[in-house]
Nanobody, 126 residues
């Protein structure tokens, strides 16, 4: 069982930066691929970024490439999402998710993730 807790959300202006954190409980964090998803009101949950168990492989959704950076610190059981050049369309609830495998495939498919956090709200004003 893994518990995920996101933090770092808030209200910012367009062009600002924000860093989200996701702290994981449990002893096997390093065995999990991790990802961030987001969901805006009235929209489906979408893939934002993913990172492999070692941190060596990363992928991003098209809408955030070049602006967001995912990273992880296995010693701290934490995954981060550094968001820069934020836009109003980035407004959403951001969720951290854990995939109980070290195989890197289907990382953008939310059905492949077993554990989810409660989410943190990010609001970007224009």
């Amino acid at each position: 069982q893994v518990q995920l807790e996101e933090s770092g959300g808030g209200l910012v202006q367009a062009g600002d930066s924000l860093r989200l954190s996701c702290a994981a409980s449990g002893h096997t964090f390093y065995n999990y691929n991790m990802a961030w998803f987001r969901q805006a009101p009235g929209k489906e949950r979408e893939f934002v970024a993913g990172v492999s168990w070692s941190g060596g492989t990363k992928s991003y959704g098209d809408s955030v490439k070049g602006r967001f950076t995912i990273s992880r610190d296995n010693a701290k059981n934490t995954v981060y999402l550094q968001m820069s050049s934020l836009k109003p369309e980035d407004t959403a609830v951001y969720y951290c998710a854990a995939q109980t495998t070290t195989d890197w495939a289907e990382e953008s498919n939310l059905d492949e993730y077993t554990y989810w956090g409660q989410g943190t709200q990010v609001t970007v004003s224009s």
